[in-house]
């Protein structure tokens, strides 16, 4: 089982990131790393895609505060939640420490966690339509094939329509994995929840796997590249099952130029399916 925390990884604007380790809260910048003990903290708030962590003041002293923008709205949420639960207990009438003596901040040279922009949403049709289209497509297909050796009477040309039409489907349907597999690499990691996933041995194959934020342990695929050591998944904040490996940039490239290939065969097949099947009809 991976020792892995179910404490979601924030990444904000700026290259920022903030994450749970051990008995204190990290905050990385491009250029400094501030270490925010457990005990130093008041309490975490969520606010939309921004994500405060104030500190702890004796009374009559501005409480200092550490902030991240423009986060995963569902990370955040479960961040803050995830973070106050663990914040130790203090007992009524006990004078608050000043938090911001227990903070340390170091200097970092360059950053070492990329991120985009984004605001756009999900289709949450997509699972449904990966199904149907492809039915549809392969009732219409049937329905052009029968319609040519009717109407043609050419049965050799009604069975070219129907096998060349297969390709179409195939290689449009294959486009359409490559086209959802970049959509989740480039949602997930920004609107989704981050957290750590380790190597595993499940059913004596090596894997990777995570933990939710109901602890549940869930696999998930890593990238090739990956040889034992830890690395960052997003996963759906509704459908947790759902999870990518962060990928680079490279690997979104290669996956769009893949589809956009696809696409082309797609194309072309498509173009010549018509050729065939329009002079059956042409009287």
Known sequence: ?????????????????????????????PHEEVRIPLAAIARVRAEGRDVTVELT????????????????????TAFADAVNGTLPDRTPGEEAVD???????????TP???????????????GAALTRVPLGFAVLLVVLSVSVGVAGKEFDRAVAVLMLGSVVGAFGFFSWLALWSAWDDWYLPRHGI?????????QGRGTYAYTDTTGRVRPVAAP????????RV???PRKPQMAVAH???????????????????????????AALALPAFGG
């Open 194 to 202: 981050t957290v750590e996933a380790n190597p595993v041995l499940i």
């Open 234 to 236: 997003a996963y759906h």
């Open 99 to 109: 938090g911001s003596a227990l903070v340390v901040v170091s200097a970092l040279g």
């Open 224 to 231: 090739d590249k990956a040889r034992g050591e830890t690395i």
């Open 57 to 76: 003041a004796p009374v009559g002293v501005e409480a200092a505060s550490y902030r991240i923008e423009d986060v995963s709205r569902a990370a955040a």
């Open 247 to 273: 990928k680079g940039i490279g690997s979104a490239v290669k996956t769009l130029i893949g589809a956009a290939s696809l696409l082309a065969v797609t194309a072309l097949a498509g173009w010549g399916t």
């Open 1 to 29: 089982m991976p020792n892995s925390s179910s404490i979601p990884v924030l990444l904000g604007d700026g290259h920022a990131e903030l994450r749970s380790e051990g008995e204190a809260l990290l905050l990385r910048r």
């Open 112 to 126: 070492d966690t990329e991120r985009e922009d984004d605001e756009e949403e999900p289709d949450e049709k997509a």
